[in-house]
């Protein structure tokens, strides 16, 4: 089927809330059919996250309270972007802010889209390696638990359904393929 | 760091649209160190996921448009619960309703947290295999195109940074480690 065939055409767009993370709009859209839809739609700036991988292989990885899941996560370090930031710089920020890590190398792993349904938010994702480790600086609102464990390790914990982050999921399935040779 | 010391309690909340999909809301929490912020927060009420593929080492996927970022997706097939609904029987719906296939072995794969830190969504993830091929009987507003490529090709694009979805990039770097036994 050709792209024309899928393509659906703005019509109408409401602003439903304008907040600091997160704009909502409520959209109107003509389906290839010609019938109305309504689309319920999230834009976002945008992020990067990083995955750090050490000589030895463990990776550094986080501890952080997600409020909308109400519930302690591991995740590999990410943020949100600052207006205009270059993504790698903007994951060199978040990883030294975050856990003191400076990387000496920056592989570009591609990017995520999380729920392309419904938000437009794309992540950036880099491997880090060559580190360094310095003092972090967290913002004075951020609590998180910074710790290390095997890459390996973390492989079977994605493999046996016990990392539910998606980007946390995606790198480490990348990094392992990348750096263990199982490309 | 001890769990306490990263939790963030409810102190108020604010609906901000109730939409077909999405729930917003605006919340304030008290953080670990007794100061206020501020929360946006989507509600959703999950989805399933399902990597099928084929005793020739293909994959069923999807093209599909993605309003959001206006522009057409390469993904696995996929689809919300329904209220109550099973993540296992709803697979099964999704595939047979948007691909036509029957699965006679579904696989956990465990599951997907797409942005955990502003979003509740879960989305669990089958592996479905022991394919039969019907009818696909789409809704009268779902515009997508079925295809079928190897699952080899699809690790490459993933791996070269070609698949954007979250949820596709995940079940194809798992279900290559399990059925190509590179656990």
């Known amino acids: 089927m ?14 439903i ?9 409520h959209d109107t859209v003509e389906l290839p059919n010609g019938a109305e ?13 990083v995955i750090p991988v050490t000589e030895e292989g463990t990776v550094i990885m986080e501890r952080q309270y997600r409020y909308p899941i109400a519930r302690v996560m591991l995740e590999i370090p990410a943020g949100k972007l600052e207006p205009g930031e270059d993504p790698l710089e903007g994951g060199l920020r978040e990883l030294e802010e975050e856990t ?5 190398k920056m592989t570009c792993l591609g990017e995520l889209l999380p729920a392309p349904a419904y938000c437009d938010e794309k ?3 880099y491997l880090a390696t060559e580190l360094t480790r310095k003092e972090r600086h967290l913002d004075e609102d951020e609590f998180l638990d910074v710790f290390e464990m095997p890459l390996s390790e973390l492989v079977r914990m994605v493999m046996d359904g016990e990392i539910a982050d998606a980007k946390t ?10 750096l263990n040779g199982n490309q």
């Open 2 to 15: 050709a792209d024309k065939n899928l393509i659906e055409k703005p019509i109408s767009s409401k602003e």
């Open 17 to 25: 809330f304008d907040g600091k993370i997160l704009h909502v709009v």
């Open 37 to 49: 839809a309504s689309r319920e739609v999230i834009r976002h700036t945008g992020a990067v996250c």
């Open 100 to 104: 003191g890590i400076v990387a000496g």
């Open 123 to 125: 992540i950036t994702m």
């Open 169 to 178: 999921q995606i790198t480490v399935l990348k990094a392992d393929r990348i």
